[in-house]
């Protein structure tokens, strides 16, 4: 299983090197400013991580976001609800090896 992880990602890698355009082209880069009007729950970001799926979770001052490249979904802490979040300021992300997301609050 191992050497075929390893010829898999030999290949990736040949790919890779084949699709880099060779000119001196600068890449142009566009940048788009997202915030509360756009669905995030705070402005005070406190930690941000890309999962392996390509999500971005970003844990703020008040609650726990999900962005999938399209729209935000806020996660709070809900009163009586075993479900939720412990509490709103999120200060730490990790995903572990198995993918499992783990959230300081």
């Not at 090197?17 to 009007?37: D, I, N």
Request: overall charge neutral; glycine content about 8%; charged content about 20%.
């Amino acid at each position: 299983m191992k050497c075929f992880a390893k010829i898999r990602l030999a290949e990736l890698w040949l790919l890779l090197l084949l699709t880099v355009p060779l000119g001196a082209q600068p890449a142009k880069h566009t940048f788009v400013q997202l915030g509360v009007e756009d669905g995030l729950s705070s402005t005070e970001v406190h930690t941000l991580l890309q999962d392996r799926y390509g999500f971005i979770w970003i844990g703020t001052a008040d609650g726990l976001n999900l962005y999938d490249g399209y729209r935000f979904t806020p996660y709070q802490r809900k009163p009586f609800d075993s479900t939720s979040i412990s509490a709103n300021a999120t200060t730490a992300l990790y995903e572990d090896r198995q993918g499992t997301l783990w959230i300081g609050t």
